[in-house]
């Protein structure tokens, strides 16, 4: 699994999206490795997974606009199906709404005022 990081990344990010990219490069390698051996190799690119450790780090950010564990499970169903056997290097984006021009940043917002910065840095 790679993340959002290697489409969008932030500053203060550096090594955090390095080792992303570092994931996606080896999703292209091996699917090339691998391409005449009816074996597909994808990588999927969550922004913040919705967890209960999530959501204790960060209690002032916008859940909504989190991916669900479910919606991952989905994707990682659908690839591990027959359906996608002409998918393989793909690097497959699981995260509400569009892309944001690079540097920009969806609005925090706290769920009892005014937005405020969540406590570490996130990249959506």
């Given at each position: 699994m790679a993340a959002r990081t290697v489409v969008v990344a932030a500053a203060g990010m550096g090594g955090y999206a390095a080792s992303k990219m570092a994931v996606h490069k080896l999703t292209e390698s091996l699917a090339a490795e691998l391409a005449g051996k009816d074996i597909t190799v994808n990588a999927i690119l969550p922004c913040i997974i919705d967890t209960p450790t999530n959501r204790k780090d960060m209690p002032d950010a916008d859940f909504s606009a989190w991916?669900?564990?479910?919606?991952?499970?989905?994707?990682?169903?659908?690839?591990?199906?027959?359906?996608?056997?002409?998918?393989?290097?793909?690097?497959?984006?699981?995260?509400?709404?569009?892309?944001?021009?690079?540097?920009?940043?969806?609005?925090?917002?706290?769920?009892?005022?005014?937005?405020?910065?969540?406590?570490?840095r996130c990249t959506w």
């Open positions: 991916v669900q564990p479910a919606a991952i499970a989905d994707v990682i169903h659908f690839l591990a199906s027959p359906a996608p056997r002409g998918i393989s290097g793909a690097l497959i984006p699981v995260f509400r709404g569009g892309l944001r021009p690079s540097g920009q940043r969806s609005p925090r917002r706290s769920r009892t005022g005014p937005p405020r910065p969540c406590r570490r």
